[in-house]
């Protein structure tokens, strides 16, 4: 039976690797990225790599067992229909965000996209966002020296996204320029014959000095069962500033896995608010690594699970520098049978002195079967050091409840103003208010 089950993993893993290496690159300009031998790299790491089980630390809580039966088919090029028209945005008023990417199941799609047809006076000669093969020569070698880290792999969905690299969204922010407009960063699933495994890829640089906000969205269109593998590059430069949403609102049938890697050099400030509603499964592995001393590190995440979903989140702070500064926040609101998975670690090097890190693990249950597997994680080598952390596990008061219905509210109202109320601690902080007052609508259809 063991082998069995190993075999079927091993078969899994070798058939997506196959359908990566038919994959043509988009890409005409692929020679100064190495693209060929990057993918051939990560071909490589992933054959000898094995499929992750809970078995393993760091997927204990999450069993991806079902996904092995399903058999995914990873698109060769944008042959979706996509119109404008099928597209679910996260704002109402889509003047919110005018500028916009959009990649249709790994593959840019310019006829869904705004950046390239909008002429806008505010908007740098010298700002870019668009895809790979369109990036300005005098960018190229920047970008070749970030892609050229995936060479050396140390996750396997990592290593499949980077095997199938054919294309990727890319935001280039030149020195000492701020953009004033936040970019919506759209990735699209959209059903095919069989179920889709789309790969898409983001980088983003903001170089010394630069101001950045970034919205970077994940849908699908129709509830079939898809997967969704995607690795997000964030470099801030010296003195840089990147404010990230990352919003998951995919199908009730898909399976997502991210991961975001991000550097901060000396002086930098990131910001990411990681929000989490959608998928039957979904991953996602935030890694913060600090690159020069005195960074800000801010990380806001919101998990909502309802049905018999399960959401994890695994983050990463790695401080190797003095005088880093880090805030983490994450709440979970777990309803019906769905299970939250939070681990949070906060890696403090012997270098890293004068390191003040706080992290706090906030959660709501909603129903006697809902679960949430809460670990914040402290590992700290310096001697000069401020950090802390805690986790709460917490229900609805039944005495809050009796007294918002004592003034008129009924029971289900009243739940979801309680709901709310835990949640906008998070969503008050978004950047962007129409994506606030959409997730609080999501959260009060769910509730």
Not at 17 to 26: F, I, P, W
Not at 150 to 178: C, I, K, W, Y
Not at 187 to 200: D, E, H, I, R, V
Not at 235 to 260: D, F, P, W, Y
Request: net charge negative.
């Amino acid at each position: 039976m063991m082998n069995t089950q190993v075999a079927s993993r091993e078969m899994f893993l070798t058939d997506l690797v196959n359908q990566c290496g038919n994959l043509e690159v988009a890409n005409s300009k692929s020679a100064a990225y190495g693209l060929q031998d990057l993918r051939e790299a990560a071909r490589e790491y992933v054959l000898a790599s094995s499929f992750p089980t809970v078995r393993d630390e760091e997927w204990r809580f999450t069993d991806l067992s079902s996904v092995l039966q399903i058999p995914f088919h990873i698109p060769q090029s944008n042959q979706s229909k996509v119109k404008l028209a099928d597209i679910i945005m996260p704002v109402k008023n889509r003047d919110d965000l005018p500028l916009r990417l959009v990649f249709v199941n790994g593959f840019y799609a310019p006829d869904l996209s705004t950046v390239e047809s909008l002429v806008l006076p505010n908007l740098p000669l010298d700002f870019y966002a668009g895809n790979l093969s369109n990036v300005p020569e005098k960018y190229q070698g920047r970008i070749s020296d970030v892609l050229s880290k995936h060479r050396q792999q140390t996750e396997v969905f990592t290593a499949l996204n980077t095997a199938g690299l054919a294309d990727s969204a890319v935001v280039f922010v030149p020195a000492n320029m701020s953009i004033e407009l936040p970019i919506h960063l759209l990735f699209l699933t959209a059903p095919g014959a069989s179920p889709t495994m789309s790969q898409p890829h983001c980088l983003v640089i903001a170089e010394p000095g630069s101001n950045v906000t970034l919205v970077e969205d994940y849908a699908t269109i129709g509830n079939v069962p898809a997967f969704t593998n995607a690795v997000t590059d964030v470099v801030v430069g010296e003195n840089a500033t990147v404010n990230h949403v990352r919003l998951q609102r995919e199908g009730g049938e898909v399976v997502h896995i991210g991961k975001s890697a991000i550097e901060q050099s000396r002086n930098s400030r990131y910001t990411c608010h990681a929000i989490s509603l959608g998928g039957k499964i979904s991953r996602h592995n935030l890694e913060v690594f600090q690159r020069g001393e005195a960074t800000e590190t801010t990380l806001n995440g919101l998990t909502v699970a309802f049905g018999e979903q399960l959401s994890d989140t695994h983050s990463v702070i790695d401080f190797n520098h003095p005088h880093g500064t880090s805030r983490q926040l994450h709440k979970c609101i777990v309803g019906n049978k769905a299970r939250a998975v939070f681990n949070g670690k906060v890696f403090v090097r012997k270098a890293a002195q004068l390191t003040d890190a706080g992290q706090l693990s906030r959660n709501l249950l909603l129903s006697p079967r809902a679960r949430v597997d809460t670990k914040p994680q402290l590992e700290i080598v310096a001697d000069n050091v401020k950090c802390s952390h805690g986790a709460t596990v917490s229900q609805l008061e039944d005495d809050e409840l009796f007294y918002l219905q004592s003034r008129g509210l009924d029971l289900e109202r009243s739940r979801y103003l309680l709901i709310d109320a835990f949640a906008a601690e998070m969503l008050n902080q978004l950047p962007i208010l129409g994506v606030a007052k959409m997730l609080s609508t999501c959260m009060a259809i769910q509730a």
